[in-house]
């Protein structure tokens, strides 16, 4: 079954340095998300880009975050000036655009800002 | 914003029981999801349910979509082990060509015990 992966698992930045995470959604999907769970609470969403691009995003996602389709397969989430509190697993997900389907996530990157 | 509380928010039960875990929100969706997160990995999706009322099954799983669209719950039958996980309701505001983005619930643990 196709899924969406991202790359790395695992990001240990030192704060002040920009990150970027990485995922290849599946195939033939073209709405693709990024979501942030902080240790031990929910999942949140960050942004949701079609047609390159943004087509809604949280106050999560301000001036330090962006995101990109830099090619036909990799969908980016860039972050300029990791603070302390960015550490998070960072999640995307991607649909079909058929209207009734669900989004189905990546197994996330891990981000540890020191 | 929309909040999405679930309940209750852990569950230690014997091996065989049946679950009940259920969500509330303070706003309408037009779609409810349930996820499983497994430690280390991203949600995967168990049910999804589009109309208000539905009632639907995945093996040993049911869930339902609220008359009043503020609420759903999930039903697990003869719980085992690998049910073991957080379980995440997540509402949608689902529009044709839209972003749609899910707002997760707070989760509920379920730890199974033999």
């Known amino acids: 079954e196709p899924e969406v992966t991202q790359t790395p698992s695992h990001q240990v930045t030192q704060m002040g340095q920009e990150v970027i995470l990485r995922c290849v959604p599946i195939s033939n999907h073209l709405y693709f998300y990024w979501y942030r769970q902080i240790l031990g609470q929910k999942v949140e969403f960050l942004v949701s880009?079609?047609?390159?691009?943004?087509?809604?995003k949280s106050e999560i996602f301000d001036d330090q975050f962006s995101v990109e389709r830099p090619d036909g397969s990799n969908f980016t989430l860039k972050i300029r000036s990791t603070k302390l509190e960015d550490s998070a697993m960072y999640f995307c997900a991607s649909r079909d655009t058929e209207y009734n389907q669900p989004q189905h996530f990546g197994d996330g990157t891990r981000l540890s800002i020191l | 914003g929309q909040q999405l509380n679930q309940s209750p928010q852990s569950m230690f039960i014997q091996e065989g029981e049946d679950v009940s875990m259920n969500c509330t929100s303070s706003s309408i969706f037009n779609t409810w999801l349930w996820y499983k997160q497994d430690p280390g990995e991203g949600p995967v999706l168990l049910i999804a349910l589009y109309k208000a009322g539905e009632l639907t099954s995945n093996g040993r799983l049911t869930a339902q979509f609220g008359i009043t669209r503020k609420d759903s719950f999930l039903n697990i039958s003869a719980s085992i082990p690998s049910d073991v996980g957080i379980y995440f309701c997540a509402g949608q505001w689902r529009l044709t060509g839209g972003g749609n983005k899910l707002t997760f619930g707070t989760g509920t643990q379920l730890k199974v015990e033999l």
């Open positions: 880009f079609y047609n390159n691009e943004i087509s809604e």
